[in-house]
């Protein structure tokens, strides 16, 4: 190919555009949903997404340290002779300690399982939709020749119409993922 | 690790019971490692502020923006988390701080009536 492809943020989707350069070229011919547009919706950048699950499984190893500290101030302090209720507190808020890192902890766990689902998404959308425009080649050619009889019109754009759909079965799996991270969205750690 | 951190409060060895006679340099030395772990969550906090993406990694679909937006409040919450750990841990180590003083103007040696 020579024409300058079109630049997504997921690799494969960029080979994949490449991929579906001609057949999206017979779609405008025939005036039919652009396919490389629909690759758009499936766009990610999963490298990102681990960057900030990364960051904040880091966040979630400090709040683990910082209850180890409170612990050992806790000690030190009733070996000073602290008072019954300050016991009380510590013990509240060493099991709001542990609540946070749990909290932190899952959150990272699907921080890192969101980015690899995305790839997974995008790579397989990528070599789906390759293996429709490879299955419309000769119709796409012979469009892109000018021939514009029904068979060939109608399974370029039967192919346009598959991506699209592969793009949007793909895109719709997110939701599960949102369902799954919606419990990790409100503080488990509260002012009283 | 045990759920807990084993309170001594109803241990039935009253040599590790709170209450016991009150040193303050004890008590300070508790505070000083209840500010070590606030600073701790401060930087817990920070980490999590970081980790901050906008919207553009999970892609443009309504349901990516959701997916976005749903991990921005998760880290928001994490960050809230960790503040809230650091303010609680702060007024433990000053009320800490408050018992050792009072404890050497007064030279009290006994058990305060009220916390800490």
Redesign the interface.
Known sequence: MTSVGEVF?HPALTAAASRLSALRAAAGRLGVQDPVAAL??????????S???S??D???L??T???A???????????????????????T????????AR??AS?AA??VR?AER?DELAVSAAAQVSALASAASASVDAVLAGDRSAEVASEVSAACTAVVRAVQEK??A??G??AE??P????????S | MP???G???RSANPE???????????????????D???A??D??????A????DS??????P??R??AA??S???A??E???R??G???SD??G??RM??ESTRSTGFRG??A???
């Open positions: 943020e758009r919706h499936l766009d990610c950048s999963p490298a990102s997404i960057t900030s699950a960051a904040v880091t966040g979630a400090v709040v340290s910082a209850q500290e409170f612990r050992a101030g806790v000690d030190r302090a009733e070996n000073g002779g602290s008072a019954e209720t300050f016991g009380t507190w510590a013990d808020v060493d099991g709001q300690y542990s609540a946070a909290a932190a959150t699907l921080g969101i995305l895109v719709a997110l939701t993922l949102a991270l919606e990790l969205t409100t503080p488990v750690v509260q002012l | 759920e807990g951190r309170s001594r409060i590790l019971r709170p209450g016991a006679p009150k040193r303050p340099d004890g008590l300070r030395a508790g505070a000083d490692l209840l070590q772990a606030a701790a969550d930087k817990a906090a920070g980490r999590f970081e980790a901050r993406v553009t990694p999970f892609g443009i679909s349901q990516a959701e997916l749903r991990w409040a998760a880290l919450a994490r809230a988390e960790a809230v750990l303010d609680a841990t433990l180590a009320r800490l018992a050792a058990r305060l009220v916390a800490p």
